[in-house]
């Protein structure tokens, strides 16, 4: 193992869990969901003892990453992304359809930041994380935090839903104008509220609707499960569609549109947008709301 980063806990007037505490001060590991891996795998100790996702800071230890020693360096991912808006805290892209966030991949949105974003100036700056997922097929709208204390911020942020996010999706089916859906999603509580904007016939799918989506909670796959259960799954969602009218070759009509927040660091409230796929303009008059 190779010793890599130190981190001298401040003094607390409380204890905190590590895998809250620990986000954003190691380089390798910024994010929460990296940093539990780190403690999974035995990389972190506090004091020199292992730490576990149970461990609890108190004020004055010292933690420390040790990772293995790699004997090639990383290749290099050469990928272009639409940055949408860009400042020495945070970014927010345009994410592509078919590439994952992050993961065990050498294609990424994580892997490529690097070349797309600008370096931050800032003394805690680090290598650029998303601070929230979406998944392989869903397209649309990306935050990204550019320092240490930023992805802190943004994480406490989602964690307090003090981040508005918007979506559309293209539903099959008749829908009523607006409604609420509220189920267990992997065993936890999750809600979605949507409104139908417009409703077009189709031949081979009944009607097709033109949904904006705004999920209360954030589980796995939550608005495709909920537009599913309510017998209105997203075209192209081979995963929770009906068999029948699975849509091959097209990609699934989910956008992440919109991001509204306030800036944790200018405290400029920010409404962010990303336009609609051309795959949605094609079957809607779509005016930007």
């Known amino acids: 193992m190779k010793l890599t980063e130190n981190h001298k806990v401040s003094k607390r007037t409380t204890p905190i869990r590590l895998q809250e505490y620990g986000v954003g001060i190691f380089d390798s590991f910024p994010t929460k969901s990296a940093l539990k891996k780190a403690l999974k795998k035995g990389y972190i100790t506090v004091n020199g003892n292992a730490a576990t996702s149970a461990t609890f800071i108190n004020g004055g230890e010292l933690i420390s990453l040790s990772v293995p020693e790699h004997v090639n360096p990383k290749k290099r991912l050469i990928f272009k992304l639409k940055v949408l808006f860009e400042d020495d805290y945070l970014a927010v892209i345009h994410k592509p359809a078919g590439i994952l966030v992050s993961g065990n991949h050498f294609k990424t949105i994580t892997n490529a930041l690097i070349q797309n974003l600008k370096p931050s100036p800032l003394d805690d700056a680090t290598q650029p994380q998303p601070v929230h997922r979406l998944d392989f097929p869903t397209t649309g709208i990306l935050l990204i935090g550019k320092t240490k204390r930023s992805i802190r911020a943004l994480n406490k942020l989602f964690e307090d839903r003090a981040i508005k996010k918007t979506?559309?999706?293209?539903?099959?089916?008749s829908m009523k104008a607006e409604g609420r859906v509220i189920t267990e999603v992997d065993g936890k509580a999750?809600?979605?509220i949507y409104k139908v904007h417009?409703?077009?016939a189709s031949t081979r799918f009944g009607y097709l609707n033109l949904v904006e989506l705004e999920p209360s909670t954030g589980r796995r796959?939550?608005?495709?499960?909920?537009?599913?259960?309510i017998g209105n799954p997203?075209?192209?969602d081979k995963d929770y569609g009906i068999a029948s009218l699975i849509l091959n070759g097209k990609g699934l009509y989910l956008h992440a549109y919109s991001l509204n927040f306030v800036h944790p660091f200018t405290k400029e409230e920010l409404y962010l947008k990303?336009?609609?796929p051309v795959n949605f303009k094609k079957i809607f008059n779509i005016l930007e709301p």
Do not use: N, P
């Open 190 to 192: 999750s809600e979605s």
């Open 274 to 276: 990303d336009d609609f």
């Open 221 to 229: 796959h939550q608005l495709r499960k909920h537009l599913a259960s």
């Open 198 to 200: 417009q409703t077009v």
């Open 167 to 173: 979506y559309y999706a293209v539903t099959i089916g």
């Open 234 to 236: 997203i075209l192209g």
